[in-house]
């Protein structure tokens, strides 16, 4: 099992078990082989937050997840057995801390397929990723899932108990109050997916599918808030504000309130990386931020 030096790294700063499950996965992952019977497991080039293999069960292709964070990933299968419609990853399998998964042929990532293909724009992926949101059953706020607010509450009282006001994210007040005036003129809270992303988007024949949700009843235009930070190009503010319109036409949603909560959950992941100690200086985040701030204010 080949297992890179970022994912221990995430496991390890996010996670304060981390040690310990990584010690365990080979045997776990063994375990779940055989109850569902998968032949060949090749662990995933790419890994994150998950240990993620494809194998074959029964000659059919599949890809195998395990999570450390079992309420986490309890919410995620919620979160895929309620928008079961074909535009997300279907569920073959499951236990607290893992499932089964179809393989999905070319299975590459819209930030895959923006990084090879030289024909595939950035407008339009945002497109896709807009159609990708619309596409999916829009659901009222359902209990059992934490809020945006309850995130930006809990993220930044983390970070402020570690760093203080003088951290290193010198607009923690200005990000404070473009969330509070987001929260105070609100839509009614949908359940989002609450990353969706360049990395969350498989391609499965034509069709592009969603996998790897958080779960979260939030305003509608958060969806919205990951791909904005996430697969930027050379030109940062050009490639932001171009996205943000795409987004506000094809969502019917307004580019403020997207603008908006862009740059304060680009923030907010900002914050969360330095809480865990995972926190370098992204300049590429710090560069989007500030020109989703720009296209906030000027609404």
């Known amino acids: 099992m080949q297992l890179t030096d970022e994912f221990r790294t995430n496991i390890v700063s996010f996670h304060p078990t981390g040690e310990r499950w990584l010690a ?3 045997a776990r992952v063994d375990a779940l082989a055989a109850r ?5 497991l090749q662990t995933m080039p790419r890994l994150t937050f998950n240990f993620v293999a494809r194998g074959r069960r029964a000659n059919e ?10 309420k986490e990933l309890a919410k995620e299968l919620r979160w895929l057995r309620l928008h079961a419609t074909g535009s997300v990853i279907d569920v073959l399998e499951q236990t607290q801390d893992a ?3 179809p393989r999905l042929d070319p299975g590459e990532s819209l930030r895959e397929a923006l990084t090879a293909s030289k024909s595939l724009t950035d407008d339009a992926a945002t497109a896709l990723l807009a ?11 359902q209990p059992g899932f934490p809020s945006v607010a309850q995130w930006f509450g809990g993220g930044w009282d983390d970070y402020l108990r570690r760093f203080g006001d003088a951290g290193p994210l010198t607009d923690v007040a200005r990000v404070r109050a473009v969330a509070g005036e987001l929260f105070a003129a609100g839509p009614e809270e949908a359940l989002l ?5 360049h990395g ?10 969603i996998t790897d949700p958080h779960g979260v009843n939030g305003d509608p235009a958060h969806e919205c808030a990951a791909l904005l930070r996430n697969c930027l190009p050379e030109d940062i503010e050009g490639a932001v504000t171009r996205r943000v319109a795409i987004l506000a036409e094809v969502l019917d949603i307004d580019a403020g309130r ?19 100690g995972a926190g370098e200086e992204d300049y590429s985040a710090d560069r989007a931020g500030e020109a989703l701030f720009r296209l906030y204010a000027r609404r």
Do not use: F
């Open 24 to 26: 365990a996965l080979p």
């Open 36 to 40: 569902w019977q998968i032949d060949d």
């Open 61 to 70: 292709p599949v890809v195998l997840k395990v999570s450390l964070d079992e």
């Open 99 to 101: 499932y089964l998964m």
């Open 131 to 141: 159609a990708a949101i619309a596409g999916a059953p829009r659901l009222p706020a």
């Open 193 to 197: 997916h609450g990353d969706l992303h």
């Open 200 to 209: 969350n988007l498989l391609l499965d024949g034509s069709r592009w599918l």
């Open 258 to 276: 997207i603008a908006g909560w862009g740059y304060a959950q680009t923030r907010l992941s900002q914050a969360w990386s330095l809480v865990a």
